[in-house]
């Protein structure tokens, strides 16, 4: 989906001028920013010291594309730090279902669906986060013309997201100079050097810094279908949930198949190898799943399954996703959210089975645009929790060698609290750290690695060493 | 190490008549059994209803080679359960150390070093279970003739351990017709199958069932250098611990080594990788290693390190070795296991590094004698903690293929309380069963798992499937 230069211009221009026209036709942006902020959330029975802001941007005027948001501000000295937009993935995963509420936002719900606990892991410790739902049709996200839920695809979610982000900081100015950073997982590896690229060439275009992104990290991401594919078989046999012929077969029938459009055969072998796995959580491999929806669960690994989807981790409620379906399901919760009573859905859904089953496109490759931004300076990481089987630390291996960066630092285990984190190797444009014994969801199940992973990459450093520890 | 028929028959005939002196040499077999009983243990502050001995047999006469054994009855109905040995590897391991005081014995040993407690999933609630130290130089196992520790290998090993049985079953003569197995882990990867062939051998050229040997049981064990190198190195790559161009190098310089005598260049490339995985417990990837002795837990996966010699899993003590080493050198916990005063060890150490340094044959591969067992009828299970770098699941994987047996039952997930416990394969004379979760030393990382694993091994059924469990 790589747009031409001259394309990607127009486009450019006409979102600008799409821009003045909204800034003059609704409410000046700090009153809208006035009226986006939240109180006290329901269930919410412990005091925060920062302020939060969930509302609606309208990207596409003609058809009311409309995106939801929920920004959290740093909790302490929110001017100072960055900006960081987190994006899940699916396609069809909502950011609040996920990032915000079992991941690394503030408010996580309690088993209950009513109550909150705060997360002392929140990303707000160190940076302002924007949970943004995308594309239309996830989570509170909209549009008056119900075909266009039908229509979603990585092309338009790029610009769509880019228009967000442009009139999402003419409500929030005070933040235009903050370094941005995009982070994300799964589906997301897709989303977020998409969206990083078409800032890129909006600024280039524009011949100025509107937005002020410094660079991305995505998690667990897809990447480039044959290396997923490839890295997914090798992990399921080496780590013992597969049969060597079912291997052998995969390998086989699904080399080179899109992930969007398998071949009859490569379908087939899949639904044996998601009978070989038996019943486990496929996004944490020694967690158990949440057993309160068996049907759901019991789906596996299957090349129909969205991918990010769940994500459940024995320190930990394998069942959160459920929590959440309750609570932002509750009409107080949407009150408190701003949600509007007349584009609300009918269901709020962690993740929306229209929005992925009519996905339109989807490049089986985003290595390009890394070569792409590499050469542009922007900071790059990408990490990967190794117990994952759906974009296993294999996966992500093949596509970072198929980009032969130079290393500028050799392979090394990095430690938090003096126990090896994971480990961690540093390229050209690129730093690549595995958290150890994490699935899926990284900051779902090793919430203080990967607390420890944000503020090395906001701080530009390299992971902590245990000299480095023991030592400080 | 496989032996000719005959000369293994002047072997056997030896055998008998050494077996025939001793009994008329020494105390009646029944006497000595009732001298062998053990009381309460120091620290044991909890009634146990089962007996337990332990003591000494010599298996060879003149140089004075004496293995020291702990002999465990099944806690109810002793006689009509089967026999069940356990053998630790290193070359070096005490079986007490590890296979009874922190993995299936039933007492295992608090932090304090001076008081036990019982382990809920001890292995004799199915079986009567005989621990032996061997060879001599383990443990409490001596000999007269210092000299022997320096010359020790599988061979004699083999045959002690014959030569021991025998005189066993002369002292526990009430045993003699119980079904007999074998049991182990790491380097009794090469114990139990060559002392299994060695008894077979023996009851063929005797002609009587001496030992009714059924089968044997092996867990992430020592099989063929060349399969257990190259599942390691990938194990070790697909685990995310080591980098692409060290993956490239073990394969590449490490090729077709032996695990006894490698070359210099594989030795300098285990050096780096060695480094790159970091400060972790190489027996068990997603476990804290314990820190009480950091020197010897940085040494880590090392060709000259011990198989097998450590294995310590957050609900899990990651110390264990260390409370056996207090507790042995206990002066009146040696006299409660009869221990001789004029043979024990200046220090009882976990492992011995005489023995492992000097050990002299170690054949490449044993699926030779897999392949004759299995010929044989003899009942043979391999099991594999997925979570072990040291042997991993990968090696066994590539040693299982090798032996090319017909598939008698697809692999499937096998089920333990609702959770899938791992993963299960039946060969035509062979059960491959793969245990979730677990490090090198599975019934300490999974203890419940491994009751199951032996209960199942036992009996001659499958691995519980979760239809099976939720019906019955």
């Known amino acids: 989906m790589a747009q031409s230069g001259s394309g990607f211009l127009c486009f450019a221009t006409l979102l600008l001028c799409s821009a003045f026209a909204t800034s003059f036709s609704t409410d000046p942006p700090l009153l809208q920013q006035h009226k986006d902020r939240v109180g006290r959330l329901p269930g919410q029975n412990f005091n925060v010291s920062f302020a939060h802001y969930a509302g609606y941007i309208t990207v596409e005027e003609n058809a009311g594309r409309t995106l939801f948001y929920w920004f959290i501000e740093a909790l302490e000295d929110p001017h100072s730090k960055p900006l960081v937009l987190w994006l899940n993935g699916g396609p069809g995963c909502s950011s609040i279902a996920f990032g915000q509420s ?7 719900i309690n088993p209950d669906g009513k109550t909150l606990h705060p997360n002392p892991y929140s990303w707000n410790r160190v940076a302002n986060i924007l949970f943004l739902d995308t594309p239309v049709g996830v989570g509170f996200s909209y549009s008056n013309n119900g075909s266009e839920l039908l229509n979603n695809g990585d092309n338009r979610t790029a610009k769509d997201n880019l228009v967000f982000l442009l009139k999402w900081f003419e409500r929030f100015p005070q933040y235009r100079s903050n370094d941005f950073l995009i982070s994300g997982e799964s589906y997301a590896g897709h989303y977020v050097p998409q969206l990083s690229q078409a800032i890129v060439k909006y600024n280039s275009a524009t011949k100025e ?49 899109s992930v969007e459009h398998p071949s009859h055969s490569c379908e087939n072998i899949w639904e044996i190898a998601d009978k070989e796995l038996g019943n486990i959580d496929p996004y944490s491999l020694f967690t158990p799943p949440c057993h309160a929806n068996v049907s759901q669960l019991s789906r596996l690994v299957r090349r129909k399954n969205r991918i990010g989807r769940l994500g459940l981790s024995t320190e930990y409620d394998p069942c959160t996703e459920r929590h959440s379906i309750v609570y932002f399901n509750r009409p107080e919760v949407q009150t408190a959210l701003h949600v ?32 792409e931004l590499i050469g542009m300076g922007l900071k790059i990481w990408v990490f990967s929790g190794n117990t994952d089987v759906v ?11 198929a980009l032969k960066l ?67």
């Open 102 to 108: 079992e991941e690394i936002g503030p408010f996580h």
């Open 209 to 257: 810094q509107a937005i002020n992104l410094k660079g991305f990290m995505v998690g667990n991401a897809l990447t480039d279908d044959y290396h997923d594919q490839l890295g997914m078989f090798e992990f399921m046999w080496s780590s013992g949930l597969i049969s060597d012929q079912t291997y052998k077969l995969l390998n086989l029938l699904c080399d080179f198949e």
């Open 340 to 371: 509007d009573l007349d584009h609300k859905p009918a269901t709020w859904e962690t993740c929306s089975d229209v929005v992925y089953t009519n996905w339109k496109d989807s490049p089986r490759s985003v290595l390009d645009i890394y070569h």
């Open 391 to 401: 974009i296993p630390v294999t996966s992500t291996r093949y596509s970072i060698s």
């Open 406 to 472: 130079p290393t500028l630092s050799p392979w090394r285990a990095w430690y938090d609290d003096g126990e090896v984190g994971g480990w961690t190797q540093e390229y050209a444009g690129l730093t690549f750290v595995i958290v150890r014994g994490a699935g899926h969801e990284v900051p779902l199940h090793k919430p203080k690695l990967a607390l420890t992973l944000v503020q090395t990459f906001l701080a530009g450093t390299s992971m902590p060493n245990l000299d480095l520890l023991s030592t400080s």
